[in-house]
T-cell receptor
């Protein structure tokens, strides 16, 4: 069975602080993808990153960075020097290859408040 | 390049009615997936269509159905609406079948009264 756990329900930080959002996953698949999405108040899910199970290289994109560790089944997301515009709900997702194709499940999400 | 378009944005229906939601994927994308988002259950996968065929289905009752047309546009239908069907319904498109590179629409917020 697949499972994605985002243990942090809400995080509140002050602007310019660094913040890390945790994501732990469970899967028996050897081929899978991990995602992070941002959902601002408008409701649309914005794709941030995709990682496949064979690529553990960490990635940095501007103020965003991701740490993928298969040994601990974690795919954590760090925002450096947070800004008010980063306030949103962030979802971690897992897509595993099953018969018939991929199935994607989402974590419960972490609501991030960045205060000015 | 136009994004994923979902219509309508908002909908209010009465219990027992049926509803049809529409999703137009990004041009060239052949896969469309549907999700239901509620405060209690979070984001749950409904189904995925690729080349007019349902490829995957989540754990939803038969009242939830969908289809995909030859131009990749997709519709989902919910019959005999229940209060618990009130949710944000999100559509996502990708180039090929399956997960990689989902692009989501803004969703349709359905309220059942």
């Amino acid at each position: 069975a697949q499972k994605v756990t985002q243990a942090q329900t809400e995080i509140s930080v002050v602007e310019k602080e660094d913040v890390t959002l945790d994501c732990v996953y469970e899967t028996r698949d050897t081929t899978y993808y991990l995602f992070w999405y941002k959902q601002p108040p408008s409701g649309e899910l914005v794709f941030l990153i995709r990682r496949n199970s064979f690529d553990e290289q960490n990635e940095i994109s501007g103020r965003y960075s991701w740490n993928f560790q298969k040994s601990t089944s974690s795919f954590n997301f760090t925002i450096t020097a947070s800004q008010v515009v980063d306030s949103a709900v962030y979802f971690c997702a897992l897509s595993g290859l099953h018969t018939g194709g991929f199935k994607t499940i989402f974590g419960a999400g972490t609501r991030l408040f960045v205060k000015a | 390049k136009a994004g994923v378009t979902q219509t309508p944005r908002y909908l209010i229906k009465t219990r027992g009615q049926q509803v049809t939601l529409s999703c137009s994927p990004i041009s060239g994308h052949r896969s469309v997936s549907w999700y239901q988002q509620t405060p209690g259950q979070g984001l749950q996968f409904l189904f995925e269509y690729f080349s007019e065929t349902q490829r995957n289905k989540g754990n939803f009752p038969g009242r939830f159905s969908g289809r995909q047309f030859s131009n990749s546009r997709s519709e989902m239908n919910v019959s005999t609406l229940e209060l618990g069907d009130s949710a944000l319904y999100l559509c996502a498109s990708s180039v090929g079948q399956g997960a990689p590179g989902y692009t989501f629409g803004s969703g349709t917020r359905l309220t059942v009264v």
